[in-house]
């Protein structure tokens, strides 16, 4: 059975680092695409980037490119999405996702991480 | 960067009712899209892909149209479970979400 498990829910304050995951199991998790998916407050899906955990290519929409970092471990198969310096507005549930190519429909979604950043 | 816009944005709709949701892409984006529904605290759903392919173990009240830039998705009689959001996502060109279509109770 795939699965894409992320980890827990974070409480941060503005200005900490975070990096949360995205284990892969039941395939081949170097074959597929992970992808980032932000969901603000009552706000609707936004893609974040996407990375290859065979060989690390990855690939940011410009709204996110330079504002977080997506990184694998494929000898753990589990995904990162980082982000150097937390604000208020990084407050938001983040699914990861699989796709078979860069450009692919999502076949299995994480559970979501909710992260909170407030002071 | 493509963009997606739905329409409408909120939908009020009885048991039994046929609903049809659109989705417009800014530019052709040949027949690479995909429709997910979505219900309060879960992860989204993949319903539709390749515009117009039903996923499997997805109900078929549930279908999908169009090429292009424009596309619909149409629930032919709307049950109980299906009053959710329901996201188009073009992936011609990486992934581009629409707004979101809530479909609500009348």
């Known amino acids: 059975e795939v699965q894409l498990v992320q980890s827990g829910a974070e409480v941060k304050k503005p200005g900490e680092s975070l990096k949360i995951s995205c284990k892969g199991s039941?395939?081949?998790?170097?074959?597929?695409?992970i992808g980032w998916v932000r969901q603000m407050p009552g706000k609707g899906l936004e893609w974040m980037g996407i990375?290859?955990?065979?060989?690390?290519?990855?690939r940011y929409s410009p709204s996110f490119q330079g504002q977080v970092t997506i990184s694998a471990d494929k000898s753990i198969s589990t995904a990162y999405l980082q982000w150097s310096s937390l604000k208020a507005s990084d407050t938001a549930m983040y699914y990861c996702?699989?796709?078979?190519?860069?450009?692919?429909?999502?076949?299995?979604w994480g559970q979501g991480t909710l992260v909170t950043v407030s002071s | 960067d493509i963009q997606m816009t739905q329409s409408p944005s909120t939908l009020s709709a009885s048991v039994g009712d046929r609903v049809t949701i659109t989705c417009r892409a800014s530019?052709?984006?040949?027949?690479?899209l995909a429709w997910y529904q979505q219900k309060p605290g879960k992860a989204p759903k993949l319903l539709i892909y390749?515009?117009?392919s039903l996923e499997r173990g997805v109900p078929s009240r549930f279908s999908g149209s169009g090429s292009g830039t424009e596309f619909t998705l149409t629930i032919s009689s709307l049950q109980p479970d299906d009053f959710a959001t329901y996201y188009c996502?073009?992936?011609?060109?990486?992934?581009?979400f629409g707004q979101g279509t809530k479909v609500e109770i009348k």
């Open positions: 996702a699989r796709g078979t190519s860069s450009s692919s429909q999502i076949d299995y």
């Open positions: 039941g395939y081949s998790f170097t074959n597929y695409w």
């Open positions: 990375i290859y955990p065979g060989d690390s290519d990855s």
């Open positions: 530019q052709s984006i040949s027949y690479w």
């Open positions: 390749k515009a117009s």
């Open positions: 996502q073009q992936y011609n060109s990486y992934w581009t």
